[in-house]
């Protein structure tokens, strides 16, 4: 699996849809995917999966620049339900189709979304390598040189894989991604429905630079849990021997949500070919949030959306998003 | 450019909108596209382009085995519109892309399908060869060795490339496709809007086997056009020095279109991996050309779809289709 910072043949998104996640932001949620939507698209080629009777309005919420590809899907969010792709020494692409239960089943309505990875490694031609363990893209994220980060109660969870221990899970992640050292963070957000995404919690910037969601206030839910993701990444090598350096990233501050506070962390961006795009919170912190992200990516064009409609719906710009390396397609047979 | 009996990755085709084309029977139409399109995926991946506002409508009736990608369309003929793919000896694909006129200008809306073939290869991240030939795909077929079959007055046309030698078209036919013998028929169908594709006229079942439209009724307006163009065939070799077998399919008879006559030929049918999808005319002669074809394609399941209500829009299964060969992308550039 490489890196998110490495170069994409596209970016994959689906269009909002679920009424029971959005509720009245439905329609603002639409406006918000297609204004990241046409960003992204900006620096690399994107398609947004949309059900049949949404193309025309994706259409034209998302304009030209974006290809919308009919498919009938329960929700929007490609990193958790798209395949995770992969590419080998020679930029051959494929692609991992994990099981996808509904986030531990707190989504009932999910078996159109649990077909998102086939649907779309059968589009591109690719082949699927089906893995027997329930994960959502959100929760590993990787160095491309062998090192996976992960928020441990997100995936050893007795809702996802009960029973299940470190090391098996370590086996079947080492077998489909190509990693061989992992970092398991104690820690996901305060109240993240998904028990934890390391999407929300840390990242690579590149290989040995790690991006972790950071509060200075003693009196915040997160503040233990930072400490402690902060504690192990310190003590950390990554799969070349290294130590990490690691860059906090203020979060910003308490924002209520449909079910409590919401899970908000400017960690959640996407990295697209030559560009960044990263979340505004309507929040005092907005500002250094992408002060410090133009810092780490000074050969980024960084740009920075308002996102708090999606967030309603339980996730982020990262959430939202998918990439496809550059890579040929690997063929699923040989005729 | 490989035989289109040779394996496909995908068939695309678009969803008719043309209701100057179609008339009152734009509906029946649409109908009629999606029985060949559900025939054709039993066979092979097919994805139908289709405008924004159409997608729900398209999905319905063709069901989920087409993919439908949402795509600013004028018209429906991917045979003409779209890329003409090619494989190099790696099994590596890439597409021409043809300048597209409107058929000689008889359509002056066909802005957006000239833009068609560079978007599905944009889509498809495959490199594209764009050639300085006004052409429709329907205007030529090859047996995949080096032999093209073309009818003149379809391409050294003064609407379409006026003034050009049939030497300067085999030199540009030659460098983008790949081939090295030129088989100039000299007659298309009467009342041939396009002024005679190839693909209603003859074409090659595997490499030195042709199948040639025919009528035995001397009155008929095609009687004089079919021996001509049997007298060519039986005095041509192909790009491997072999003469052509040559088998001919007795056309349907006279039936009235917008215009006069529409041009009907059986010969005009899509080959999908392990299949052929043909036309029936509700004619008598349907059970005589199903049973030719099945006779010459022993080896595919034959199936024969009612098709009047695409013809009336002025082309059939064949033009309707376009195979896109297995391979993989050739990438439009390095990065």
């Known amino acids: 699996?490489?890196?998110?910072f490495e170069p994409h043949a596209r970016c994959w998104m689906a269009w909002p849809c679920r009424r029971s996640a959005f509720g009245a932001r439905l329609e603002a949620a639409r406006a918000a995917y297609a204004s990241v939507a046409r960003a992204i698209?900006?620096?690399?080629?994107?398609?947004?999966?949309?059900?049949?009777?949404?193309?025309?309005?994706?259409?034209?919420?998302?304009g030209p620049a974006v290809t919308i590809l009919s498919m009938e899907i329960d929700d929007s969010w490609t990193r958790d339900t798209g395949?995770?792709?992969?590419?080998?020494?020679?930029?051959?692409?494929?692609?991992?189709d994990w099981i996808f239960n509904g986030w531990g089943g707190i989504y009932p309505d999910h078996e159109k979304d649990a077909q998102m990875a086939r649907k779309i490694l059968d589009h591109l031609g690719m082949r699927r390598y089906a893995a027997d363990l329930v994960?959502?893209?959100?929760?590993?994220?990787?160095?491309?040189r062998g090192t996976l980060l992960a928020v441990e109660p997100a995936i050893l969870d007795d809702?996802?894989?009960?029973?299940?221990?470190?090391?098996?899970?370590?086996?079947?992640?080492?077998a489909y991604l190509g990693v061989k050292q992992f970092?398991?963070?104690?820690?996901?957000?305060?109240?993240?429905e998904t028990a934890g995404h390391v999407d929300n919690a840390a990242c690579f910037?590149?290989?040995?630079?790690?991006?972790?969601?950071?509060?200075?206030?003693?009196?915040?839910?997160n503040y233990r849990g930072c400490r402690e993701n902060m504690a192990v990444l310190r003590a950390s090598r990554d799969a070349s021997g290294r130590t990490l350096e690691v860059i906090q990233i203020e979060q910003p501050g308490y924002k209520e949500g449909k079910e409590g506070r919401m899970a908000l962390s400017y960690i959640n961006f996407?990295?697209?070919?030559?560009?960044?795009?990263?979340?505004?919170f309507d929040d005092p912190r907005d500002q250094a949030a992408l002060e410090t992200i133009r810092r780490v990516f000074p050969d980024r064009k960084v740009v920075q959306l308002p996102v708090l409609d999606i967030l309603y719906g339980g996730g982020g710009i990262h959430c939202i998003t998918q990439q496809q390396p550059e890579g040929v397609p690997l063929f699923p047979h040989l005729r």
């Not at 994960?135 to 491309?144: I, S």
């Not at 398991?184 to 993240?192: A, I, R, S, T, V």
């Not at 996407?270 to 505004?280: E, F, R, T």
């Open 83 to 96: 395949p995770t792709f992969l590419i080998d020494e020679a930029r051959r692409a494929a692609g991992v």
């Open 159 to 174: 809702r996802r894989n009960p029973g299940m221990s470190r090391k098996e899970a370590e086996n079947i992640l080492s």
């Open 41 to 62: 698209a900006v620096f690399e080629p994107l398609t947004m999966l949309a059900n049949p009777s949404d193309v025309p309005e994706a259409s034209r919420l998302c």
């Open 183 to 192: 970092i398991w963070l104690p820690f996901g957000l305060e109240n993240d």
């Open 1 to 4: 699996m490489p890196g998110e």
């Open 205 to 221: 910037a590149r290989p040995g630079v790690v991006l972790i969601n950071w509060t200075s206030d003693p009196l915040d839910g």
């Open 270 to 280: 996407y990295l697209a070919n030559g560009g960044i795009v990263m979340p505004a």
């Open 135 to 144: 994960l959502e893209g959100g929760g590993v994220h990787v160095d491309g």
